[in-house]
């Protein structure tokens, strides 16, 4: 494919609000993990919970979207100058050539969870304060943020699981090489909720303690909830911008919540991802790994890399820092690649003691500065939705 330019980039997560903050945590090693303190969820598991939500509703022309998931994506939205970058690019393409595409898996699924806890007792019905069109409905946040955004181009929200916010770049790609825009916001927002604290529990998935990918003594992940975005450009490049060289997608369906033992979807990801970017497994000095700390994930993303890229490239997981943000991890993870590239760093993968020797894959349990000219982040989602994204410097 012919590079896209990410010509602006912003985030909020458990390490804290934008870019510096979550560059800092990852350089002195600080997780955002805490003993789950949401609402009154009682799990014994450790969370990635963004501080402030609770206190910053939306308001004004957009009140009726407020819900948690839209002003974690609101929060998001105000950081690292992302505003004014959509502004610059809105007065030089029109805000009709503007796409945005989010990933999200749950969207404002809380405000109806809250809504059943208050249902008439003598017919069961939900209170009227439940705007589901405008909270609930999967497509709330992408019409949230197109709106915040003054854009009025395509907009769509994906929702293939944990890979959501990864397959908004092939979609964001394939919609710039159409000519049905010139660029494009994309990203992923996901927020904390029952119906994934207690889903991800009753699989027995949740680790009763911060997660640990890769360990040889793991027991599972721990839930996160994020926001980012990218702005995508076909024009030149500045000093600087990330460019997005590739992206590869599969759908293995081999189990609904289950991936390919051997990681044959996820293998044929990241083979595609390389094709798309004409590269070669040793143009690519770091990967991101899915790396959930489930220990079927992690053995079946292994013997993926294993396939495709060899032993050699060094890989991490950074779900020990943030959590599993679920739909919002794709754009999480491409965000922290985006860091990698910028100061030449490889993170390590927070609290593993001992790496699980049956994984063969160049795992680095401690953080290193190295050369890094392209990164490679992977996504694997329930029911085998897949997506790799591979970036450079500009």
Known sequence: MQPLFVTGLATVNALGFGLDETWEALYRGRSGLRPNDFENAAINTW???VEGLESTPVTKTLAQWDCRNNRLAQLGLQ????EQAVQRARRRYGPER??????TTTSGILETEVAYQHRNPKDGSLPDTLRYQFTHNLFSVSDFVSRYLGLTGPAMSVSTACSSSAKVFASAARLIQAGVCDAAVVGGVDSLCFTTLYGFSSLGLLSDGPCRPCDAARNGLSIGEAAGFALLEAATPHDGDIAFLGY????????MSTPH????GAAAAIRRALDCAGLKPTD????????TGSPANDRSEDQAIQRMLGEQTPCSSTKGWTGHTLGAAGITEMIISALCLRHDFVPGTLNVQTVDTQLRSRILPCNEFRTIRRAMSNS???GGNNCTLIFGKS
């Open 261 to 264: 033992p051997q990681g044959d």
């Open 98 to 103: 503007i796409a945005v595409l989010l990933g």
């Open 47 to 49: 969370i990635g919970r």
């Open 380 to 382: 694997f989602g329930f």
């Open 284 to 291: 690519i000095d770091y990967l991101n790994m899915h790396g």
């Open 79 to 82: 950081q690292d100058g992302f």
């Open 248 to 255: 590869g997608e599969s759908s293995d369906a081999y189990h």
